[in-house]
């Protein structure tokens, strides 16, 4: 499977988990996944491939059409859609992969500071933590002010294809992230650094834990231009500029 395929399907899993476990409606078609999230998630569209036939692409004019409040993110990976039509405007964002590396083997140097720990969020305090860390410093700004299990409810723990986690410096916690894990790739989302703790090294220092977590695996994720430097240091490509409508 291409590299582009692999990053696609693993973003479709990432949205398909997150639909499940907050009760939304997941719309699943050949051509896209949607799902029509609450009124402060909006709604999401992932396009699957290249060429979407008629139908889907009338289905996901009607989903994006339907959502009066406006919140609506359409994710196209293969440049298959125009939406400034419906009224949404494009912005690029690269979609990266870094290829199987052996244990260790992440570019740049880790931060040694003892300071700094990586933990597998796997209990419900620490998912909660989180989930507060990435939504007040991504930010995920329709989610606040954030009530606790809106944006990662507690079920999500009990989702094999589904891993978090949390970094601390000095005992606080500093950053976050999560992880969905497809057999075939590893997806990283939501890297997150609080405000207070950036240029200390905590966005490295938890990609060097979440890539030795994947190492035997290919590692894709989709860079902000901030984080982009720290991503191609780590032994990152840009396999395409994803256009998301918004």
């Known amino acids: 499977m291409s590299p582009l395929l692999l990053a696609n399907r693993n973003a479709a899993a990432l949205w398909t988990a997150l639909a499940q476990a907050r009760g939304n409606e997941l719309v699943q078609r050949p051509g896209f996944v949607g799902v029509r999230g609450s009124e402060r998630g909006g709604t999401r569209i992932l396009l699957l491939g290249p060429d979407p036939d008629e139908g889907d692409l009338a289905a996901l004019t009607e989903l994006v059409r339907s959502r009066r409040d406006g919140k609506v993110v359409v994710e196209d990976q293969f440049g298959a859609v125009d939406m400034g039509d419906l009224g ?3 912005r690029r964002l690269p979609v990266m992969i870094r290829d199987t590396a052996p244990p260790g083997s992440a570019g740049g140097t880790s931060p040694s500071s003892s300071a700094m ?23 995920l700004s329709g989610f606040l002010p954030w009530h606790p299990g809106e944006v990662f409810p507690r079920t999500m723990l009990e989702r094999r294809d589904v891993e978090f986690f949390l970094i601390t ?15 075939a790739v590893g997806g990283v989302y939501w890297v997150t650094t609080l405000p207070e703790h950036r240029s200390r090294g905590v966005g490295r220092a938890l ?23 720290l991503y191609d240091s780590l032994g990152f490509d840009v396999i395409t500029q994803a256009t998301w409508w918004s």
């Open 88 to 90: 949404l405007t494009p």
């Open 207 to 229: 990609m060097h834990a979440v890539l030795e977590r994947l190492s035997g695996l290919p590692v894709t994720l989709t860079a902000a231009t901030a984080g982009k430097p």
């Open 169 to 183: 410096r000095d005992g606080v916690p500093a950053g976050a992230c999560m992880v969905i894990l497809d057999g």
């Open 117 to 139: 720990e990586v933990v597998r969020a796997d209990s419900p305090d620490l998912l909660e933590t989180v989930e507060r860390v990435v939504a007040h410093g991504f930010p």
